[in-house]
């Protein structure tokens, strides 16, 4: 019943920025996370960012400073805004929303950054 997806993936050059937005909708429960994910080709998922339901933000090393994630917990939305994109933030961005203690994730968005 709930779905997540996902949008505002594309090619951009190294330097440039990227705003991806992700919405769960089909439940009238708040998540108590939403959180963005990565994966490369040949790598395992990683963690890019998260912000759970008090307000904590969670970013990994490699995005911290350049990443910022957002949400609107009344429309279970959430946001990340991408700046100073380097060609190793080039992946598959998937969106998690945890409701009710389940994981639902997006299909996932393209992101490319290469000169």
């Known amino acids: 019943q709930v779905q997540v997806v996902e949008s505002g993936g594309g090619l951009v050059q190294p330097g440039g920025s990227l705003r991806l937005s992700c919405a769960a909708s089909g439940t009238i429960i708040s998540a108590n996370v939403m959180a963005w994910y990565r994966q490369a080709p040949g790598k395992e998922r990683e963690l890019v960012a998260a912000?759970?339901?008090?307000?904590?933000?969670r970013y990994a090393d490699s995005v911290k400073g350049r990443f910022s994630i957002s949400r609107d917990k009344i429309k279970n939305a959430a946001f990340l805004q991408m700046n100073s994109l380097k060609p190793e933030d080039t992946a598959v961005y998937f969106c998690?929303?945890?409701?009710?203690?389940?994981?639902?994730w997006g299909q996932g968005t393209q992101v490319t950054v290469s000169s």
């Open positions: 912000i759970v339901s008090g307000g904590h933000l």
């Open positions: 998690k929303a945890v409701i009710n203690q389940r994981d639902h």
